[in-house]
């Protein structure tokens, strides 16, 4: 199966949108979808596909901190969806269980490319890997600024460990709550506060040190 995916730059937002059926009741609004696609319907999965790609592709990019990564680790996410979506169980909550395929994928990518070579993609710079599309001149000042902001954060954030980045990214970048984080990376909520405190502090240490003009949030 091929996943038609969109360009990663077509579908990266600063800031990402909260996708709307996450936060309707019920369960699983998608629930027909899913349904469907658990009974072989293409059509139906290439819509769920739709629905949530935007979503998938920024998570990882935000933690892997490279396009075309982010872009290969989306399309295995769809294809394990894909071949897996047959035993998801109902009852439970299908974004939880999708962004969890996306952070271990993208964290298990960064595994194999740490042992691929004696550079990791933490050691990056990143004028060697980003490829942030250039504001257009209509902007507002704050509006740059912003965007700017945000990914110094992504580069900062690209030094952290694995758990650490997958924790700050989802609260901090994605805007998801504790509760839903500790429900995606099945992971304890002390556990949790503990990766998101270390690697808030390791964040505010390098804006201090490195990005002095950051450090209030606004540039000078």
């Known amino acids: 199966m091929c996943l038609k995916l969109q360009p990663m730059d077509d579908q990266l937002q600063l800031p990402p949108e909260r996708i709307s059926n996450e936060e309707e009741d019920p369960l699983n609004p998608d629930a027909d979808l899913i349904e469907r696609s658990q009974a072989g319907d293409d059509a139906a999965f290439q819509v769920l596909v739709e629905r949530y790609r935007s979503r998938v592709g920024s998570i990882a990019y935000q933690v892997l901190g490279n396009y075309e990564d982010a872009r290969d680790v989306a399309q295995e996410v769809f294809i394990k969806l894909y071949r897996g979506i047959g035993s998801f169980d109902p009852h439970k909550k299908f974004f939880t269980w999708l962004y969890r395929l996306t952070v271990n994928a993208s964290i298990d990518y960064l595994r194999a490319k740490r042992r691929r070579s004696y550079e990791s993609s933490i050691d990056e710079r990143p004028e ?11 902007l ?4 740059i600024e912003r965007r700017e902001l945000r990914q110094l954060f992504i580069d900062l954030a690209a030094k ?5 980045r997958a924790v700050f990214v989802l609260c901090d970048l994605q805007g998801f709550t504790a509760d839903e984080v500790a429900e995606i990376l ?5 556990t949790l ?21 950051y450090w209030r949030g606004k540039p000078k």
Do not use: G, M, T
């Open 128 to 138: 060697q890997y980003f490829n942030i599309p250039s504001a257009d001149s209509d």
């Open 140 to 143: 507002a000042s704050h509006d």
């Open 160 to 164: 952290l460990n694995p758990k650490q």
């Open 186 to 190: 099945n992971c304890p909520k002390v």
């Open 193 to 213: 506060r503990w990766y998101l405190h270390e690697a808030r502090r390791r964040i505010r240490i390098a804006i201090a040190r490195d990005h002095p003009e």
